[in-house]
């Protein structure tokens, strides 16, 4: 075994060999420096392996890496059904490993294993799957002018990415990757990067570096090396990456944060609008980026509607280890997103915030990890940090209007427009309010379920483009236009 693999077994008691090192050119190596990142259980606390992480001198030999796969005939030329074959076995891959990626990604991210197995897993396998088919399907169109002329148009790959969050679409379209995940989670995009190889990529197609985004993630954003950005992340960082992107006008797709309204009507059915309104805000630990967490219920239904939704939170929310299949959720991620949840049920108490339920810390697994009480604040004002700023975390505020219009007035009230939802049964008022609402994506009777076939992406703080569905393509390539002069002489 070579000394860049570690035997682990995980508390479900599934072994696996986990790789450490930096991905580059199809190999795992050692980082320049040496420095490495640590996983952190975040349910018990306890450390799991610590990775290698990327500094600058690193991030260069991937970019030479992705630069050299880019120009080589091997993948420049390879035919586009070739291209989406490839993408297709390596979907075929992601479902043969999901136990094992499931496993890694509840070890160390908290996520319950049901959801990561069924849900995070099938949708990444999903996902390439449905890109694969794209792949032989990104083409120009020729464009009648006069019988002079003839002109037609080529999408090419834009060249090489970096973060790039949305892989599928970014290998459909040709080009290469520079990939630097989150690093509170690093472990298992390394156990995913032996399916790029074993699915046959060439080698410098995907790299991925582990590394810190102060020095790893800030040397890929001002690379000028590589050709676009694509960071889903917070507002604050996007801002960043931005500033760092525009020293040679990168291309730039950003998925960023929300603070997501969702509207309940009168006429609603109530049960379903309190069942939705919960997996909404707190599936994931609440840490979704579009998770609505502004519920805004008519005044006539908003003492029936906050008593049901505590007793939803009662029923479902099972806080606990997140490998019994029994448990809804699990820990926050770290110690900081931790911190920061808390901070934020403070803030809400000394506003004047009415704290309906939870409010602290959940200790009753083995007195350990970062778990939280699912928390709802009423009686929430406009003004309130609470109702303001994105918590990311299972914390949800509840507040009542009168009117339509009122709803919508507050519903846009915010810096961000990411998600949306509207509970109604006037299917006339489900559209009329989905348009007025200033978001990217408004769910009629549903909260988050999102679909990769479907574009996703916001307005205003919440991001830059569209990832996912066909629209997602169109980030990931550009349009070359070609003049063939048929006859006009000079």
Known sequence: MSDLDIELTAPNGKKYTQPTGLFINNEFVKSKSGEKITSINPTDESEITSVHAAGPEDVDLAVAAARKAFKDPSWKDMATSDRGSLMIKLSQLVEEHAE??????????????????????????????????????????????????????????????????????????????????????????????????????????????????????????????????????STATGRQIMKAASVNLKNITLETGGKSPLLVFEDADLDQAVKWSHIGIMSNQGQICTATSRVLVQDTIYD??????????????????????????????????????????????????????????????????FFIEPTVFTDVTDSMKIYREEVFGPFVVIASFKTEEEALAKANDTTYGLGSAVFTQDITRGHRVARGIEAGMVWINSSNDSDYRIPFGGVKQSGIGRELGEAGLAAYSNTKAVHVNLGTRL
């Open 100 to 233: 094992v990626l499931a496993t890694i990604e509840t070890w160390d991210n908290g996520k319950p294993y049901q959801v990561a197995l069924n849900e995070d897993i099938a949708e990444v396998a999903g996902t390439f799957k449905y890109y694969g088919g794209w792949a032989d399907k990104v083409h120009g169109q020729v464009i009648d002018t006069s019988p002079a002329k003839f002109a037609y148009t080529i999408r090419e790959p834009v060249g090489l990415t970096g973060f790039s969050t949305e892989l599928g679409p970014a290998l459909a379209c040709g080009n290469t990757v520079v990939l630097k995940p989150a690093e509170q989670t690093p472990l298992s995009i390394l156990y995913f990067a032996n399916l790029i190889k074993l699915a046959g990529f060439p080698a410098g197609v995907v790299n991925i570096l582990n590394g810190y985004g102060k020095t790893a993630g800030a040397a890929i954003a001002s690379h000028l090396g590589i050709d676009k950005i694509a960071f889903t992340g």
């Open 304 to 369: 029936k509607f906050i008593s049901l939704f505590k007793e939803q939170v009662k029923n479902v929310s099972k806080v606990g280890d997140p490998f019994q299949d029994s448990t809804f959720q699990g820990p926050q991620v770290t110690q900081a997103q931790y911190d920061r949840v808390i901070s934020y049920i403070e803030s809400g108490k000394s506003e004047g915030a009415t704290l309906t339920t939870g409010g602290q810390a959940y200790k009753d697994v083995r007195g350990k990890g």
